[in-house]
């Protein structure tokens, strides 16, 4: 993205403003940013959900509008905010990512996403069903379940918005912990309202307002002393 603008409505606010980033093979950005600074915005332009108003999104080398939505998606991957279950199997949930993913293929992505011990003790196995919306399992079990099948589907480059939301704080950080180390030389955009683990990616971005605000990584903007150093320290208080 170079100077991404969107505005949702014409002549209304630009939910975004002047956004630049790239997601070179094996670079991971984290997206920060208080509630509506514009973070799902990003994603939905990469996703190509939403067309810019301003600036350029390419893909390599050329105009991500010039793609078919689907073409992009093979792509770029991963999943929105409040990822949605299919009322079917654990099993049946992945697959769709690639329906003919081998038994050992799940196997190990479930292992890298921190699932395989869970699902090896239920008495139906990966024949378990997730229930309607995936309300059977628990919220961090559909996240890592999202994951899972994000990973499985094997894009160039993962988005994901917010893998650790409605967790408590220790699944967050154990989640943000599996999640870090399975996106490893993947670009991958991670979305997140959790500073810990943040040290990991190459680069961090705080948007304010659809603004960039400060951009560097973990350490040079803990140094910098300024809105992310405020939000660490808000948050190592409640850790
Ligand atoms: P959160 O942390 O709550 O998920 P966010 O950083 O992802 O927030 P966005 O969802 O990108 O924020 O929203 C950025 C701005 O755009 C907000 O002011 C929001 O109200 C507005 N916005 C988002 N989606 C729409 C939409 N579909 N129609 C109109 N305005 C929208
Ligand atoms: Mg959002």
């Known amino acids: 993205l170079v100077d991404a603008a969107v505005r949702y409505r014409p002549g209304g606010p630009l939910a975004i403003d002047g956004v630049s980033l790239d997601l070179p093979s094996g670079r991971r950005i984290a997206l920060v940013g208080r509630t509506g600074a514009g973070k799902s915005t990003v994603a939905a332009v990469l996703l190509r959900f939403r067309d810019l108003s301003g600036g350029s999104a390419t893909l390599g080398g050329h105009e991500l509008a010039s793609y078919d939505a689907d073409d992009v998606r093979t792509v770029i991957g991963g999943y929105p905010q409040d990822p949605h279950l299919f009322d079917t199997t654990i099993g049946e949930n992945l697959r769709i990512a690639r329906p003919g993913a081998s038994d050992d293929e799940l196997a190990a992505v479930a292992a890298r996403v921190g699932l395989a011990d869970w699902i090896a003790a239920l008495p139906m196995g990966w024949g378990t069903p997730v229930g309607p919306l995936g309300r059977a399992v628990s919220g961090g079990q559909r996240q890592r379940i999202a994951l899972a099948r994000a990973l499985l589907a094997d894009p ?73 150093w405020q939000m660490w320290q808000a948050q190592a208080g409640t850790t």
């Open 156 to 228: 160039a480059v993962l988005i994901l918005d917010e893998p650790t939301a409605h967790l408590d704080i220790e699944s967050r950080q154990l989640m943000t912990a599996d999640l870090l180390a399975a996106t490893a030389g993947r670009a991958t955009l991670l979305i997140t309202h959790d500073l810990s683990g943040l040290s990991q990616v190459d680069e961090v971005i705080v948007l304010e307002r659809g603004i960039v605000a400060e951009r560097g990584t973990h350490q040079q903007l803990l140094s910098a002393g300024r809105g992310y």
